[in-house]
């Protein structure tokens, strides 16, 4: 190889390497918005996680450098040396000049056995001591449990405020999971159809919602903010949309958020959109969405001497009705929609509920001081599947309502407005 093309061969290498290292550091710096980031943690499982990869992050680092560093030098120490003869002819070895070959080193060896497994064990003790924290709960004198059901494809919220997960939940919602700041909320994490993972990175860690089983889990905000979480375990079409949040709030805010999720939703005056719009919902929309205090059993073709609504859409159903109920709906559910107005997002956190949701707006004035994302939502109740994919003949997801007119879909939705 002539020394020029050598030359040029060392600096594109270089400089393939150069733009990679540009890249990734440009790619964190360049922003402070990483929504998923488990680097930045903002609760207390999150840091006990962060404070297990940083560390393992140098160790492995180190042997990373020292690793390929040897095998560069050697690389070089070892290359094939003579130069080009001008006929195409260079670098091969004379018989004489072949290095001396060795059968093994035994000290060699017997190191780099035992400093791996040193190393390796050494992390492996710190991973479990920390992997026992992250199922701690710490008594926080919050008797409030979360069961966080995963299905195709989004997040449901079933509160039980008295931590009697054996009872129906107090108020059910979707979406996004509301939390008081500051303190251990433990979860159960379930499924209704396939295996999902409950992610909320800056919080905590993976757990698996796997179906037929409770998974135990905790989730822990030091300050209020709204983070963002997905779904780490593939769970079929949509599953890249099946995201949620996690919304942290001052312990007045949480009690004031509470007490209104658990009110009951009332009737729409007479003569109004709003009212037009309940009509079309109980007819069409009814059979799968509950609203609190509007949707009875019977619309969800049960018989009217069910439970209450408040909690008839309890995962695991145990009125008369059971059977009709899962044959309906093999997905399971739909979002509770008594509050939908009170969640920034919809539809597995997909779409922004409101325009100028993030921090911008106090969560608890959304409803009212929110922009709402009247185009989305409208397109959403017109067809559905179109805007996120899903299986609606199969029951995976909403169906499409092509059918509706113009002012039918502005009737909805003033009625959906009034879910607040
Ligand atoms: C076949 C059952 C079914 C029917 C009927 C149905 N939906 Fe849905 N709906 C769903 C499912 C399932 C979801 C969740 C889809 C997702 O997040 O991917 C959903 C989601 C929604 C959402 C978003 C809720 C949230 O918090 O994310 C709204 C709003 C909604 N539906 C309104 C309506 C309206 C209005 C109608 C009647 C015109 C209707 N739905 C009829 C099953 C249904
Ligand atoms: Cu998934």
């Given at each position: 190889m002539s020394s020029r093309l050598k030359a040029l061969v060392w600096l594109s290498s270089l400089l393939v390497i150069a733009g990679t290292i540009v890249l990734i550091v440009v790619s964190i710096?360049?922003?402070?918005?990483?929504?998923?980031?488990?680097?930045?943690?903002?609760?207390r499982q999150g840091r006990d996680i962060a404070r297990l990869i940083n560390p393992i992050f140098i160790v492995a680092g180190v042997v990373f450098f020292l690793v390929q560093g040897a095998v560069l030098a050697l690389w070089w120490r070892y290359r094939v040396g003579g130069s080009?003869?001008?006929?195409?002819?260079?670098?091969?070895?004379e018989d004489d000049e072949f290095p001396e070959q060795i059968h093994g080193n035994d000290r060699l060896e017997i190191a780099w056995t035992i400093v791996p497994t040193i190393l390796l064990a050494v992390i492996s003790v710190f991973t479990l001591v920390g992997l026992f924290a992250l199922d701690d709960v710490e008594a926080s004198g919050e008797e409030m449990v979360v069961t966080v059901i995963g299905q195709q494809w989004w997040w449901e919220y079933q509160y039980h405020l008295d931590g009697d997960t054996t009872t129906p939940p107090d108020f059910v919602t979707a979406n996004e999971l509301v939390i008081p700041v500051g303190v251990d909320i433990p979860l159960e994490i379930k499924s209704r159809d396939v295996i999902h993972s409950f992610w909320v990175p800056k919080l905590n860690g993976k757990k698996d919602a796997v179906p037929g089983r409770s998974h135990d889990w905790v989730i822990q905000a030091d300050k209020p903010g709204r983070y963002r979480g997905q779904?780490?375990?593939?769970?079929?079409?949509?599953h890249g949309l099946m995201k949620t949040v996690a919304v942290a709030l001052t312990p007045a805010e949480f009690a004031q958020w509470k007490d209104n999720q658990m009110t009951l939703a009332a009737l729409p005056a007479e003569g109004t959109d709003a009212s037009e719009g309940w009509e079309i919902f109980n007819q069409q929309c009814a059979s799968c969405h509950v609203v609190n205090g509007l949707t009875t059993a019977a619309t969800r073709g049960g018989d009217t001497d069910s439970p209450p609504d408040t909690w008839d859409i309890y995962g695991e159903f145990n009125g008369d009705n059971a059977g009709t109920y899962t044959d309906q709906l093999v997905a399971g559910a739909a979002p509770n929609?008594?509050?939908?107005?009170?969640?920034?997002?919809f539809a597995g956190s997909w779409?922004?509920?409101?325009?100028?949701?993030?921090?911008?707006?106090?969560y608890l004035d959304l409803s009212t001081a929110g922009t709402l994302n009247r185009g989305e939502l409208e397109a959403w109740v017109i067809n559905a599947p179109e805007r996120k994919p899903a299986k609606a003949d199969d029951f995976r997801g909403m169906i499409a309502f092509?059918?509706?007119?113009p002012d039918d879909v502005d009737d909805v939705v003033a009625f959906l407005r009034t879910l607040d």
């Open positions: 710096v360049v922003t402070d918005d990483h929504p998923l980031s488990t680097l930045s943690p903002v609760g080009d003869t001008g006929d195409g002819e260079y670098g091969y070895y779904c780490t375990e593939f769970c079929g079409l949509s929609l008594t509050h939908l107005m009170t969640r920034g997002t779409f922004d509920l409101y325009l100028d949701a993030g921090d911008r707006i106090p092509t059918g509706l007119s």
